[in-house]
C-alpha cells in the first residue's frame, strides 16, 4: 500500500506551528529549515559574522572603499567530475587546463546543488528563490508568453542599488516576454539569446539534414499528409540573438529579415558572446564603480557537426570539443583580468548549472560520471554540479568545502560581500542563505545542511545532511520504509537504507517536508509573468509577427 505524502503529513505532530505571512522586523524571510539550524547555531554564526564584517571591511579598505567586482560564469549542461580536475580529465579523455588551474587558485565547492535544469537554475541565481515559488520551474524551448516577473527581484538590481555597473552575455533563457529579459532585470547591458539552445542548434535546418531532430524541415520529411502548418515551429522564425542597454528596448542582431538560421551562425553567436564578455570586462574595469558580470555561454551544448572539423581528443564527443573551447575562453578571460589589474579584487565563480543532456549520451562525450541521472533528473547526477571561487588573498587557494550549498546561496552571499544585504526584499522567502563564512573560513563553516530538490513544481527529493528521501511521484511508502540513501557510501543512489536510516529518520524527514510546506502555506506560490512574446524587440522580422500571430490564434482557440 502506498501512502500520499499529504496524508502522512497530516499524521505528523499537531504541535508543529506555522508562521504568519507577514514579516513585521523587516528581516530577510526563510524557509523554515533555516530557523532550526540557527536556534542551535546562533551564537557561534553572531562571532563568526563580526570577523567576517572586519575581513570584508579590511577589504574594502584596502580597495579605494570598494566591494569586490563580481564575475559569474555559468556553464551549460555540465556534470560532476567534468571540469577542474586533471584526473577525471583524464578518465573522461579531454582536458580543460584553464579551470583546472582556475580551481587550483580558489576553492572547490564540493556540494554544490542546482536546480534540474537550465531556466530554474538561472532563476534561482538570479533570485535567491527557488523556482516553484515563482512558476519558473519549467524549461521552455518554443515561442511561450511568459517568463521571470517584473516584481522578482534580482541579484543585479540589489548591487545596481548600491553602485556596481552590471552586464550580462550569453544565455538567459527566463522568458521571451519584455520585462523577464537581464536589461529590465537590473543589467545595464545585456547581449543574449531569447530563447536557448533547442532552437539555436538542435531543431533549425542544418539538425535536421543531420536527424538531430526528426520530422522538421522543408527537406527532410514527406509532408503529403500534413494538415497543420503551425505543427513544426521554423527555427529560422522565432527571435535569435538580441541586445539592450538598461529598461530601454532591444534589437535583434545578425539576422536579416527571410534569412535561414544556420550552425554556423550559432558558432558565431558563441564567439560573438565570449568576445563581447572580454569587451564590457575591459569596459567595466576601467570604471571607479565595481561590476557585476555575467557570461552564461551556450557551448558546449551542439547539435550537428557542421562547426566541428575533427575530434580532437580521444573522447570523441561533440560537446567535448566544444568544452575545450570554452575552456580556452575562460583562460584568456582571466588572463584579461590580469592584465587589467583587476584579478586580486574580484570573486570569479566557474560551474555549472545541471547535470549532463543525458538525451545525447554517449555522443556528446558525456555519461553521467560520479552520480547517477542528469538534466531534468532530482537524483544527484541532476543537481550536483561542479563549482569553484577564487578570490585572491580572502578566499584559500587549492580549498575544498564539503558544506552543502545551493545555488541561490550564491544571490545572498554575493550581497553581502557586495554590501547589498538590505537590498533583499522581505516580503517573500529567500531561499538563500549567506555563505561567506564558508568563503572566508572556509570547510565546516557552511550554514546549510538541507536542501528540497523539486522537479517544476513538485517536490521529489529532499538532502539533510548526507542523507537523501527520495520521493517519486510525491507518494511514499511508511517512512521507515522509504528510500533512503547514504550519499557518502552510495553515491549513485542504488542502495537504498530505508529500515536503517527510517527507524530513526523517517518520522524527522516528514516533519522537516511538514514544515517546509506550512512555510508555503504562509508565502503561497505565484504563477510567472504573461505577456506578449517578442513586445519590446525594436526591429522584429516578419517572419517573427507571423510567428507570434500563430502562436496567439492557437492560444486562442480553446475560447471559441
Not at 523587516?26 to 575581513?55: F, M, T
Not at 560581500?417 to 557552511?446: C, F, K, W, Y
Not at 508565502?523 to 507571423?546: F, H, K, T
Amino acid at each position: 500500500m502506498r501512502i500520499s505524502l499529504l496524508t502522512l503529513l497530516k499524521g505528523a505532530s499537531a504541535a508543529m506551528f506555522l508562521w504568519a505571512g507577514t514579516n513585521a522586523n523587516g528581516e530577510i524571510v526563510r524557509d523554515a529549515e533555516y530557523y532550526i539550524l540557527e536556534e542551535q547555531n546562533r551564537d557561534r554564526w553572531s562571532a563568526e559574522d563580526l570577523a567576517l564584517d572586519n575581513a570584508i571591511a579590511e577589504f574594502r579598505n584596502a580597495n579605494d572603499g570598494k566591494p569586490p567586482n563580481i564575475f559569474y560564469i555559468l556553464i551549460d549542461d555540465i556534470g560532476f567530475g567534468d571540469m577542474g580536475n586533471p584526473t577525471l580529465n583524464a578518465v573522461r579523455g579531454y582536458e580543460t587546463p584553464a579551470i583546472n588551474e582556475f580551481a587550483r587558485e580558489g576553492m572547490r565547492l564540493a556540494r554544490m546543488y542546482t536546480e534540474p535544469s537550465c531556466t530554474p537554475t538561472r532563476v534561482a541565481f538570479m533570485t535567491g528563490r527557488q523556482p516553484h515559488r515563482n512558476g519558473m520551474g519549467n524549461t521552455a524551448v518554443d515561442i511561450s508568453g511568459f517568463g521571470l516577473a517584473d516584481k522578482e527581484v534580482t541579484l543585479a538590481e540589489v548591487l545596481s542599488d548600491v553602485g556596481y555597473n552590471t552586464s550580462h552575455v550569453g544565455k538567459w533563457h527566463m522568458g521571451d516576454i519584455k520585462e523577464s529579459w537581464p536589461n529590465f532585470q537590473g543589467f545595464d547591458f545585456a547581449a543574449f539569446p531569447i530563447h536557448q539552445q533547442g532552437q539555436l542548434t538542435i531543431y533549425h535546418d542544418d539538425a535536421a539534414d543531420e536527424e538531430v531532430s526528426i520530422g522538421i524541415g522543408n527537406n527532410n520529411y514527406d509532408a503529403r499528409y500534413t494538415l497543420d502548418g503551425w505543427l513544426r515551429s521554423d527555427a529560422s522564425a522565432m527571435v535569435t540573438g538580441v541586445e539592450g542597454t538598461r529598461d530601454k528596448n532591444v534589437n535583434e542582431v545578425h539576422m536579416e529579415a527571410g534569412e535561414r538560421w544556420t550552425e554556423d551562425k550559432y558558432h558565431e553567436m558563441n564567439i560573438r558572446y565570449f568576445e563581447q564578455t572580454r569587451e564590457q570586462l575591459q569596459e567595466l574595469a576601467a570604471k571607479d564603480e565595481p561590476f557585476f558580470l555575467q557570461f552564461w555561454p551556450l557551448y558546449p551544448i551542439v547539435g550537428p557537426r557542421t562547426t566541428t572539423e575533427q575530434y580532437t581528443t580521444p573522447n570523441g564527443g561533440t560537446y567535448v570539443e566544444k568544452m575545450k573551447l570554452v575552456d580556452q575562453w575562460i583562460g584568456e578571460l582571466m588572463s584579461e583580468m590580469d592584465t587589467l589589474g583587476v584579478a586580486d579584487k574580484t570573486i570569479v565563480v566557474i560551474m555549472g548549472d545541471n547535470g549532463h543532456f543525458t538525451k545525447y549520451s554517449p555522443q556528446s562525450g558525456y555519461t553521467p560520471m560520479m552520480y547517477r541521472g542528469g538534466k531534468g533528473d532530482t537524483t544527484e547526477g541532476g543537481v550536483r554540479v561542479d563549482a569553484f571561487v577564487r578570490w585572491p588573498n580572502m578566499v584559500a587557494a587549492d580549498a575544498i568545502s564539503n558544506d552543502i550549498i545551493h545555488v541561490t546561496d550564491l544571490f545572498t552571499t554575493f550581497a553581502r560581500v557586495g554590501g547589498a544585504m538590505e537590498g533583499i526584499p522581505t516580503d517573500r522567502i529567500i531561499d538563500g542563505i549567506d555563505q561567506t563564512s564558508v568563503l572566508l573560513n572556509g570547510d565546516t563553516h557552511g550554514r546549510r545542511d538541507y536542501v528540497f530538490l523539486y522537479n517544476i513544481d513538485k517536490l521529489e527529493a529532499v538532502v539533510k545532511e548526507q542523507y537523501k528521501l527520495a520521493i517519486p511521484g510525491g507518494s511514499i511508502d511508511n517512512a521507515i520504509l522509504a528510500d533512503f540513501y547514504d550519499l557518502f557510501r552510495d553515491p549513485q543512489e542504488k542502495y537504498p537504507v530505508s529500515t536503517e536510516i527510517g527507524a530513526w529518520g523517517g518520522a524527522k524527514f516528514v516533519r522537516m517536508i511538514h514544515r517546509h510546506l506550512q512555510r508555503k502555506e504562509a508565502y503561497p506560490s505565484e504563477g510567472p509573468a504573461i505577456g506578449m512574446p517578442y513586445e519590446g524587440i525594436d526591429n522584429l522580422r516578419p517572419e517573427s509577427v507571423a510567428a507570434v500571430q500563430e502562436f496567439l490564434y492557437m492560444t486562442q482557440t480553446p475560447k471559441r
